[in-house]
């Protein structure tokens, strides 16, 4: 042994060389029967390295897992066979099997110098519930689940706890100390009053030497892991947060408590507290199967949470745990528990934070903009707002303002921010329509206004003024549009969100309606869901095939359907966004959703001035039309709603493109003639015959009539084209 070590490295190679001896002494037949005593420990060599501050990692392992003397010389011989080509190929000898990568019970009781009555003890080490498996410090084969004798039993050491005992510490994917932490943020979201508990009984059961468990909920986004690491810097000790959905997306994702071992066996090693995520079931379903953008499959996260809560059973320490929603099962896993609820920022608090990251940044908002108005039509947590507010600093630098962030440079960083999945449950509707576009009736004008002020000023009225605690309102806004078709109705909606700066998604109901049951309302609350972390309306369009009334259960399949009525109700009534709802059929939409409703408009049918605006505005300015278009004659003449109005000028419009010429009020009036026909509407022909109709070509011989056109020679001699007659039954065959 040597006087001293100089390094941890060379404390566990040093005991790694008296293995290598042993091993070739093995082979040789030299070896005698001195058994432990000859690889054991220098005590008095690693007292004068810890006198000269040197740090030895194995004694501080022993000590802080509580391993006995067997248990680490068993530690020793597996860290031989990690990284000693010599003791591995002696390994391979005295097993007499190359193909068995790890060490036999057997062949490291010989290493040992074990007698056979300590062989039974060797093996029970290696138990799930003995330190060594406990603390995940070794990996093994169950001996005592398996029928395989104990001697033939294999096992490793953990590659990350022999890099740690040689001083090598690269900590595991998904896993990350905070060390130092850093303190609490002075514009918590947390309540200063919850805080300043939670820190007491943290200070009190430290003192104490007794365990706990803080959950600390919330959604993603919002500081949970911040909230941990400002509780820890309380207590001045370092916190090591690991991320357990990320290490269960491998093929190994059934060992759930080994991964939970693992976890614990990096805060042990770190001397730091543990903070736990992704271990909660997700309130939305999972996929079946684990991929990339879901994380590990539903039953694999159940059993992960039993997992924990068999830890919580018998916390080693101060434990913290992050979920997204409180998890009742923690109740009756230990009544040490401490829950702390994060809540979402409201408006006035993003705008704090967003103030605050531009500040940190060194830049400044321009003064002319209301921040509060903005953060309310972006709902970022606080980890966006920082990015954003990174993305505005950057932009507003390359337009060449120094520090000034002007509100297009906080918009366009916000909006890059969202984060939602709409897209798989809606549609985008393009808001490409202005208040110039719109020939609606004057109440409802003004209640368009009204509503888009209720989107506005819902933070002062609600917040400021106090209504929102006095009453208990939803702070959603909410509309009915009822009418017939082709009356506007979706362009009102694309109109306020242009208005709004917000995005229009109409909800698809192929895509939401199943034929399972709960599936349908599954969908249903994650639009919802999805909606209040985007800056989007929702409208559902054709809502009567949804919201339709409730009738009495005669069977279960009305009972079901009256259960996804009652769904929409309530999360219609806590949803605190913009929703709107279009139908042609208003007496069919359930009189309870009416009541929660805020707005109800009634679209009519245009008459016929205004028919006649509509088909003033209904050409771009790009489309070439004739002087001659008179739209107070087409208003008069055809009774089309606006949607019908607009198909007539596109059919216009490509009369006009095939014969060459602009677009003449013949044109419009025999695409409006068509479509009011296909539309079911009896209507008097007002078109003359063309000029070339009324006078025939005298120098043309007369048409002969024929009962079928040759497809082979399609223009008659007169050069004009043939009628073409479709054939409705089978050519006889010749």
Same mark, same amino acid.
Request: charged share 25%.
């Given at each position: 042994?040597?006087?001293?070590?100089?390094?941890?490295?060379?404390?566990?190679?040093?005991?790694?060389?008296?293995? $290598?001896?042993?091993?070739?002494?093995?082979?040789?037949?030299?070896?005698?029967?001195?058994?432990?005593?000859?690889?054991?420990?220098?005590?008095?060599?690693?007292?004068?390295?810890?006198?000269?501050?040197?740090?030895?990692?194995?004694?501080?392992?022993?000590?802080?897992?509580?391993l006995t003397a067997l248990e680490e010389e068993a530690l020793v011989c597996l860290v031989a066979a990690e990284y000693d080509p010599v003791v591995r190929t002696l390994e391979r000898a005295l097993q007499r099997e190359v193909g068995r990568p790890w060490m036999e019970v057997g062949t490291l009781a010989e290493l040992l110098g074990l007698p056979a009555d300590r062989v039974p003890e060797l093996a029970r080490s290696l138990y799930p519930d003995a330190p060594l498996r406990r603390w995940a410090l070794v990996h093994t084969d169950d001996p005592?689940?398996?029928?395989?004798?104990?001697?033939?039993?294999?096992?490793?050491?953990?590659?990350?706890?022999?890099?740690?005992?040689?001083?090598?510490?690269? !900590?595991?994917?998904?896993?990350? !100390?905070?060390?130092?932490?850093?303190?609490?943020?002075?514009?918590?979201?947390?309540?200063?009053?919850?805080?300043?508990?939670?820190?007491?009984?943290?200070?009190?059961?430290?003192?104490?030497?007794?365990?706990?468990?803080?959950?600390?909920?919330?959604?993603?986004?919002?500081?949970?892991?911040?909230?941990?690491?400002?509780?820890?810097?309380?207590?001045?000790?370092?916190?090591?947060?690991?991320?357990?959905?990320?290490?269960?997306?491998?093929?190994?994702?059934?060992?759930?408590?080994?991964?939970?071992?693992?976890?614990?066996?990096?805060?042990?090693?770190?001397?730091?507290?543990?903070?736990?995520?992704?271990?909660?079931?997700?309130?939305?379903?999972?996929?079946?199967?684990?991929?990339?953008?879901?994380?590990?499959?539903?039953?694999?996260?159940?059993?992960?949470?039993?997992?924990?809560?068999?830890?919580?059973?018998?916390?080693?320490?101060?434990?913290?745990?992050?979920?997204?929603?409180?998890?009742?099962?923690?109740?009756?896993?230990?009544?040490?528990?401490?829950?702390?609820?994060?809540?979402?920022?409201?408006?006035?608090?993003?705008?704090?934070?967003?103030?605050?990251?531009?500040? $940190?940044?060194?830049?400044?908002?321009?003064?002319?903009?209301?921040?509060?108005?903005?953060?309310?039509?972006?709902?970022?947590?606080?980890?966006?707002?920082?990015?954003?507010?990174?993305?505005?600093?950057?932009?507003?630098?390359?337009?060449?303002?120094?520090?000034?962030?002007?509100?297009?440079?906080?918009?366009?960083?916000? $909006?890059?921010?969202?984060?939602?999945?709409?897209?798989?449950?809606?549609?985008?509707?393009?808001?490409?329509?202005?208040?110039?576009?719109?020939?609606?009736?004057?109440?409802?004008?003004?209640?368009?206004?009204?509503?888009?002020?209720?989107?506005?000023?819902?933070?002062?009225?609600?917040?400021?003024?106090?209504?929102?605690?006095?009453?208990?309102?939803?702070?959603?806004?909410?509309?009915?549009?009822?009418?017939?078709?082709?009356?506007?109705?979706?362009?009102?909606?694309?109109?306020?969100?242009?208005?709004?700066?917000?995005?229009?998604?109409?909800?698809?109901?192929?895509?939401?309606?199943?034929?399972?049951?709960?599936?349908?309302?599954?969908?249903?609350?994650?639009?919802?869901?999805?909606?209040?972390?985007?800056?989007?309306?929702?409208?559902?369009?054709?809502?009567?095939? !949804?919201?339709?009334?409730?009738?009495?259960?005669?069977?279960?399949?009305?009972?079901?359907?009256?259960?996804?009525?009652?769904?929409?109700?309530?999360?219609?009534?806590?949803?605190?966004?913009?929703?709107? !709802?279009?139908?042609?059929?208003?007496?069919?939409?359930?009189?309870?959703?009416?009541?929660?409703?805020?707005?109800?408009?009634?679209?009519?049918?245009?008459?016929?001035?205004?028919?006649?605006?509509?088909?003033?505005?209904?050409?771009?300015?790009?489309?070439?039309?004739?002087?001659?278009?008179?739209?107070?004659?087409?208003?008069?003449?055809?009774?089309?709603?606006?949607?019908?109005?607009?198909?007539?000028?596109?059919?216009?419009?490509?009369?006009?493109?095939?014969?060459?010429?602009?677009?003449?009020?013949?044109?419009?009036?025999?695409?409006?003639?068509?479509?009011?026909?296909?539309?079911?509407?009896?209507?008097?022909?007002?078109?003359?015959?063309?000029?070339?109709?009324?006078?025939?070509?005298?120098?043309?011989?007369?048409?002969?009539?024929?009962?079928?056109?040759?497809?082979?020679?399609?223009?008659?001699?007169?050069?004009?084209?043939?009628?073409?007659?479709?054939?409705?039954?089978?050519?006889?065959?010749?």
């Amino acid at each position: 042994m040597s006087d001293t070590y100089l390094s941890t490295a060379d404390h566990v190679f040093t005991r790694v060389a008296a293995i $290598r001896a042993r091993a070739v002494a093995l082979l040789e037949g030299s070896v005698g029967s001195e058994g432990l005593a000859s690889i054991g420990a220098d005590v008095a060599a690693e007292r004068r390295a810890e006198a000269d501050a040197i740090e030895l990692r194995l004694p501080a392992l022993v000590r802080r897992f509580g391993l006995t003397a067997l248990e680490e010389e068993a530690l020793v011989c597996l860290v031989a066979a990690e990284y000693d080509p010599v003791v591995r190929t002696l390994e391979r000898a005295l097993q007499r099997e190359v193909g068995r990568p790890w060490m036999e019970v057997g062949t490291l009781a010989e290493l040992l110098g074990l007698p056979a009555d300590r062989v039974p003890e060797l093996a029970r080490s290696l138990y799930p519930d003995a330190p060594l498996r406990r603390w995940a410090l070794v990996h093994t084969d169950d001996p005592s689940a398996s029928e395989v004798p104990a001697v033939f039993t294999r096992v490793k050491i953990a590659s990350r706890v022999a890099q740690h005992l040689i001083g090598q510490d690269h !900590l595991p994917e998904g896993v990350r !100390l905070c060390d130092p932490p850093r303190p609490l943020l002075d514009k918590s979201l947390v309540a200063p009053a919850v805080t300043s508990v939670t820190v007491t009984r943290l200070k009190r059961a430290r003192a104490q030497g007794e365990p706990l468990v803080v959950e600390i909920s919330g959604v993603p986004g919002t500081g949970r892991h911040d909230y941990a690491e400002g509780l820890a810097y309380e207590l001045g000790m370092p916190v090591v947060l690991c991320d357990l959905d990320e290490q269960l997306t491998d093929d190994r994702a059934t060992r759930l408590d080994e991964r939970v071992a693992v976890a614990r066996r990096e805060a042990a090693l770190a001397g730091a507290l543990l903070g736990l995520s992704g271990w909660a079931p997700r309130s939305s379903d999972a996929p079946p199967l684990a991929d990339e953008a879901h994380g590990p499959p539903r039953d694999v996260q159940r059993r992960l949470a039993r997992a924990i809560e068999r830890l919580c059973a018998q916390p080693d320490d101060v434990l913290f745990l992050f979920s997204e929603e409180r998890e009742t099962l923690l109740g009756r896993a230990t009544p040490l528990l401490v829950n702390v609820q994060i809540p979402f920022p409201s408006p006035g608090q993003r705008a704090a934070l967003l103030e605050a990251a531009v500040t $940190r940044l060194g830049g400044q908002i321009d003064p002319a903009i209301d921040v509060q108005n903005l953060t309310r039509r972006f709902a970022l947590d606080p980890a966006r707002l920082e990015v954003a507010a990174r993305a505005a600093r950057e932009l507003a630098t390359e337009r060449g303002h120094d520090t000034i962030i002007g509100a297009n440079d906080l918009q366009e960083a916000c $909006r890059h921010q969202l984060s939602h999945d709409l897209k798989s449950l809606a549609q985008r509707v393009t808001n490409s329509h202005k208040w110039q576009d719109l020939v609606i009736p004057v109440d409802v004008y003004h209640s368009l206004k009204e509503m888009i002020s209720y989107v506005r000023h819902a933070e002062r009225v609600y917040d400021s003024w106090g209504f929102g605690a006095r009453h208990s309102l939803a702070q959603g806004v909410s509309a009915l549009f009822a009418g017939p078709p082709g009356t506007g109705k979706t362009m009102c909606a694309s109109v306020m969100a242009r208005e709004l700066d917000m995005e229009l998604f109409r909800v698809d109901l192929s895509r939401i309606v199943s034929k399972w049951i709960g599936e349908t309302e599954k969908n249903l609350g994650k639009i919802f869901d999805e909606a209040d972390r985007s800056n989007a309306i929702i409208l559902f369009d054709e809502a009567d095939a !949804l919201f339709a009334k409730r009738t009495e259960v005669k069977s279960s399949v009305d009972r079901y359907a009256n259960l996804e009525i009652n769904f929409l109700l309530q999360r219609m009534e806590a949803f605190g966004g913009v929703t709107i !709802l279009t139908t042609n059929f208003e007496d069919t939409i359930d009189t309870a959703f009416k009541r929660r409703l805020t707005f109800r408009m009634r679209f009519e049918k245009p008459d016929s001035d205004a028919r006649a605006a509509l088909w003033t505005k209904i050409f771009p300015l790009d489309a070439h039309v004739d002087e001659d278009v008179d739209a107070t004659e087409l208003g008069a003449l055809y009774e089309l709603a606006g949607g019908n109005i607009r198909n007539a000028a596109v059919r216009a419009a490509f009369l006009a493109a095939e014969a060459g010429t602009p677009i003449n009020h013949r044109m419009c009036m025999l695409a409006a003639e068509r479509e009011a026909r296909e539309m079911g509407l009896l209507v008097r022909s007002q078109i003359e015959p063309a000029r070339e109709e009324q006078e025939p070509d005298e120098e043309a011989p007369p048409a002969r009539e024929e009962k079928f056109t040759n497809l082979a020679q399609p223009e008659a001699a007169s050069g004009r084209p043939s009628r073409v007659i479709p054939v409705t039954r089978p050519r006889r065959q010749s």
